[in-house]
C-alpha cells in the first residue's frame, strides 16, 4: 500500500507539472497566431487512451507515462513529421514566425514550470507558514552515522558553523555541506570550539550514502509510549519516566542507550529511571530483538521550534525567495555531477524521484515536492541538449546571433542526436535506481 500511495503521488505531480509546462508552449505559441496540432498527456504512439478534438486542436492522454507534448505546426520536434517540413511555410506555422517569438514559444514551458513553484511556495506560507528547528536549539548536540564519525563529527558535538559561516535551520546542515561542497566545520565539543576538516572525497561519499541519517539531534530518553508487547512495561517502566541508564552504566541519552541495550540481548538488565524525584532500578529482560519496546518522547518536549506566519503580501517575496533558492541548489547539485567523484551513481530516474514522497499521503508535502520537480523540470528542460527546448533555444540564439537558421535536415539530425541523448540518460538513470535496489 505504501508503494501505491507513493506512485500514485508521483503521476500526479508529474501529470501537473507536464500539464501546466505543456500549457506554457501552448499559450505562448496561440499569443502569435501560431497553430497547435495536439495537445498530450503523456506519449500515445500507435494509440491514445482519450482523445478528443476542439478548434484545431486535438486534446488527448497518452499510454506512456513519461511526459507528454504538444504538437506545433511547422517544427521539427519529437514527432518527426518530416511531410510537413517538405510543404512551403505558412503563415501560422512556427518556422513563419520571427526568432524573437519563437524563442519565447520555446522558453514558454520553462517560465511556466518556475511560475508554478512560485505560486505554489507563496499559497503555502500565506496558508501554514514555515516551521524549522533552530541549530542554536540543538542543546544536547548530535548523533551521528558511521559516515559523520569518518568525518570527525561525534554524539554529543554541538554544530557552531560551516566553513565560519552560523547555520540557522539544523535540518539544513546536509544540503548546505553538500551544496557548497564545504571544506571545514565547527564544532563545541567538550566546551571547547574544534575545527574539523572535511577529508578529500567525503562529500561523494555522502552524496551516495543510502540512508538520510547523516546527523540528527540528540534527546534524553524520556518515556514516551510503550509497543503493545513491551517488555519494560511489563516489568514497570510508566510513561514520563526518565531513562539514565543501564546496570552500573550512565546513559543520559536515548542514542546511548539504543547502542548499548542490544548487548544484553536474551539477559535481564536492570534499567535506573528518574520518576519524579526517585531514582530507580528495574530489572527487565532484554529479548532476542536487543529491544525493550519503549518509544522515546519526541523532539517537541525538548526545543522550541521557530515559526514564521506570511499573510498573502509578505508570502509574495518569500515564495520568490524560496523558487531563487531552489533554482540556485538545484545547479549546484548538477555542478557537483561532474566536480565530485562518482557522484553520477546518485542519479536516478522514477524508483529515485518516487521515493522522496511520503508513504502516507501528506498535502503539505505533496505541494512542496511539485514545487521542487517544477523548478528540476524547468531547470532540465533548458539544457542545450537537443530535443529539449534548451536545444532549440540554443539554435535560435544561433540564428539571432549570425542571422541565418541551421537547415531543416541539420535540425532534423540534431533531434535524433538528442533523442538518443536522452534516451540514454533515460535508460542510465533508471538503470542506477534498479543497481541500487540490488546492493
Known sequence: MEIFIKIVQL????SILVIFHEVGHFISARIFKTRVEKFYLFFNPWFSLFKFRKGETEYGVGWI?????VKISGMIDESMDKEQMKQPPQPWEFRSKPAWQRLIIMLGGVTVNIILAILIYIVMLSAIGEQYLPNSEVKYGITVDSLAYQMGLRNGDKIISIDNKKVEDFASIPKIIILEEAKTVQVLRDGEKVDIRIPDGFISKLISQKTPEFISFRIPFEVGDFTKTSPAKIAGL???DRI???NDSLLGYFDQ??????K??????NVVVVRVRDTLKIPVPVPNEGLIGVYPKGPANYFNLKEKQYNLLTAIPAGFSKAYDG???YLKSIKLLFSQEKAYESVGGFISIGNIFPSTWDWQAFWSLTAFLSIMLAILNVLPIPALDGGHVMFLFYEIIFRRKPSDKFMEYAQYVGMAILFALLVFANGNDIIKLFR
Open 244 to 246: 539514565i541508564g543501564i
Open 257 to 262: 542507550f539504543r547502542a548499548v541495550i542490544g
Open 238 to 240: 510508566k510513561v514520563n
Open 11 to 14: 503521476l500526479l505531480s508529474l
Open 65 to 69: 507515462p513519461l511526459g507528454g507534448y
Open 264 to 269: 544484553f540481548k536474551n539477559k535481564n538488565v
Open 327 to 329: 533554482v540556485g541548489n
